[in-house]
């Protein structure tokens, strides 16, 4: 049974999907394939326990779904959607094609990746195949056609769940072929292709079409141009088949959300391109309780996840309740860490949360990655957890569709990503995603929210824009930049922006290339710091002290003024960081990379220029952040500390947790939540709880 088509946007899919799970999605991968019917029994019983109101089923179930080319057997997916229906769980419904099964990999050997090196992966874990495969695209449509054709109008059926994890990458014939046809719809002729790559930077220069090919593993350092272009094309076909399968799904379900599942720091698939195809981002998050500031590097992914649909809701497709099972020692969460975690995702925008996965594999290779159900069972610390935070996130539906504002926009860009880290540049350890890190983390620890944008984003609601290690920027996005600045803007950027052009060719006439006229300041060398710790000092037109280490550059202005110089090494005397007036608005060029404190201080004093101030004065660690919308208001208090902190809700509210009106100075408990429900005009009667 097919829906009938109706005009509907993925906000509103969105919302019925939260109307008809009655607020926060949570749940998590469920996998009764693995297990015999009496423990489907026990497991839809244990879900109803948790408050678990979406499931997610299929993503590895190919082989059980299709048992030979053509042979397909739906009644045991028949049979479980139907028993959690029943049960009042719903159903987000995978396309398998994360795992061509056995019969079709032996049909077509050449599915499976090739690496650079001419390897050849074998069959045995997932995600082994080659996305420009005709039978493995012919195949995977094959089967997203009957899944929608099958369930289309099923009342389990919430949402789609397309593939899983995309992003392997092959180097084999039909990437080639497919590199090829992607060349040739992007450059009109070879020469342009030639000029493009610079192929006569020794001697590359192509002839024939058919000499073009997948950058495999070359003698020696091989075409950084060429290289980036293979990332803009594994991106583009991986994207370009989600697509087909996301046109066949929404044929048959117009009105159900599609997704599928992005990765933290994921360098192969660019995001900004993928999201604008989604109904939402959806995220998988797996921080290593091992690392004291797991949740630093989650909150930039977090608001990332939030800015690459420009602040709809996003969902946290998978989490661990526990332990994982892909690092060399795997810590258990704490008590309080997973439920921490979780308001983290809502704080910052999340309206679902959903773990991988629901019982705890007894056989595989993930046999030790923890469930919302371990291999204990239900009387454990885990599930106890699970279902008390299943109780809570019941009481949340009002948050759903409530969003943040920010003011501070910081860059993060996968052509800057992918050309930063070609190799053959000034140093072989430049690391985009700590350098973005780096720039965020001072906004993070003042309570200050952030937006992520991409170098062709719309500026204008931001006061503040910070650029980290831009390295590529079109001629189109220093445009934009300029006009921002001029138009009253400030702008931060660090060494390393605007250094090529999107052909990866340097900019000439002095580094930062493609943003000299807004910095009015010029670098005529780079000076990476060799040594590990090796520091210069930095004196401040203040007269203040500081330091530098990594990088640093032989800097002169033009028209700017000095914030500070190198007081040490050989660059000693000369400009380190400057700021410059353009028009109507300010911009600071970093030409080193500078100590902590000096960073905070100086993005403070911008932020406080441009009149950008924090939700609520918090100790560190205390994460704020507001979400509002629907004529509700949120004020979310975090503390990451495993200590109990002190902090000033001001006017507060109804604690949404506990009931409590909250006002003034409260004590936070280690890794504690406040969900403030903040009066407003429709809602005046909050804090009388
Ligand atoms: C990923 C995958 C899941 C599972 C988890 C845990 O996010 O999508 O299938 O393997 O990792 O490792």
Redesign the pocket.
Known sequence: MTSEPRASTPEMRLKRLHERLGGIAYGG?YNPEQWPREVWEEDVRLMKEAGVNLVTLA?FSWSRLETADGIYDFGWLDQIMGLLHENGVGVDLATPDAVPPAWLVAQHPDILPVLADGTTFGFGSRQHFDVSHPAYRAKSLAMAEKMGERYAGHPALCMWHVN??YGPVSYGPHADRAFREWLQQKYSSLDDLNTAWSTDVWGQVYSDWAQVNAPAQPRTWSNPTRRLDYHRFTSDSMLAHYKAERDILRRHTPDLPIVT?FMRFYKNNDYWAWAAEEDAAAL?I?PDPREEDAHVAAALNFDLMRSLRKGQPWLVM?QATAA???WSVNVSKLPGKMRLGSYQAIAQGADSILF?QWRQAKGGT?RF?SGMVNHAGPNTRVFREVCELGRELKELGGITGTRSAAKVAVVFDWDCWWALELGNSPRSDLNYTQEVLRLYRPFFDANIPVDFVNTASDLSQYSLVVLPASYLLSDDAVQRFENYVAGGGRLVASYLSGIVDPDNTIRLGGYPGALRNVLGAWSEEMHPLAGEGEEVKISTADGGTASANYWTEHLHTEKADVLASYASGRLAGSPAVTRNTFGKGTAVYLSARVDGTFLEDLLAAERAAAGIRPELDAPLGVQVRRRTGNGRSYLLVLNHNDAPARVDVKAGGADRLTGNAVRGTVELAAHGVLVIEEPTESNPAETAR
């Open positions: 991968d993503v899983n994890e599942n998988d797996y998978e994982v099972s892909q991988f993930e990655h």
